[in-house]
């Protein structure tokens, strides 16, 4: 069962162009949203987090859009250059369903972003 | 300040040997876990803890065994590789294990499995 859905599973945009990432989640437990960034070779990095109460966060060209609603999120990169070209993953966290007070981050299946001059 | 170092890069088993993967993080953190990265399987979780002497199974911890006896270790252990086990192996370990704690991760385990 696969709690965080991720589209697309890849994605080529012009130098320039907006870059468009999304997930969607059904446990409405999930209470913290980061996305991490990953290069080939390299372990992912925390990019930009946002928390349900806020419907928006940006942070330079990143910005994540959040529909509690909906149970949708999904993250915007603007003006994407080719530095960009990685592979993200968008994560959920919620309480373990086995740990008393312990929390797991459920990560989707990423989306190999590349962009191209 | 070397943040979560893993060790070794890179290892070949043949099926039926036990390895053990180390990970160690310098940033006094509580909470350290062990993902898997396969193919279009994004990362999941195989065991995590939440302090010295506190470790507790995620999503994929079949064949997998972990202990924390400090805070800044936690290695994970395969008792007995299978090719199924094949896959990159990553560290991660954050201040916290609630939510809004970002997580530092390694920079992996390549591991295959003959």
């Known amino acids: 069962q696969q709690q965080v859905k991720q589209s697309p599973q890849s994605l080529i945009v012009q130098k320039g162009g907006i870059s468009i990432i999304n997930c969607a989640y059904e446990n409405t437990a999930f209470d913290y949203f980061p996305w991490y960034q990953q290069f080939p070779g390299k372990g992912p990095a925390l990019l930009i987090a946002?928390?349900?109460?806020?419907s928006e966060k940006k942070e330079g060209r990143f910005t994540i859009s959040f529909n509690k609603s909906a149970k949708q999120f999904s993250l915007h990169i603007m003006d994407s250059q080719p530095g960009d070209s990685a592979t993200y993953f968008c994560a959920a966290s919620r309480i373990s369903p086995s740990g008393a007070g312990s929390y797991q981050l459920t990560f989707g299946k990423g989306t190999k972003l590349s962009v191209i001059p | 300040n070397a943040g979560v170092t893993q060790t070794p890069k890179f290892q070949v088993l043949k099926t039926g040997q036990s390895m053990t993967l180390q990970c160690a993080q310098d940033?006094?953190?509580?909470?350290m876990s062990w993902y898997r990265q396969d193919p279009g399987m994004g990362l999941r979780l195989i065991h995590y803890?939440?302090?010295?002497?506190?470790?507790d199974q995620g999503e994929v911890p079949n064949g997998y065994n972990v202990s924390r006896s400090t805070t800044e270790d936690f290695p994970l252990r395969l008792l007995s590789a299978a090719p199924s086990q094949t896959s990159v192996y990553f560290c991660?370990?954050?201040?916290?294990?609630?939510?809004?704690?970002?997580?530092?991760f390694g920079s992996g385990t390549r591991l295959t499995v003959v």
């Open positions: 946002i928390r349900p109460d806020v």
């Open positions: 991660a370990s954050s201040y916290g294990h609630g939510g809004g704690y970002g997580y530092t």
């Open positions: 803890s939440v302090g010295a002497g506190i470790t």
């Open positions: 940033m006094n953190h509580e909470y």
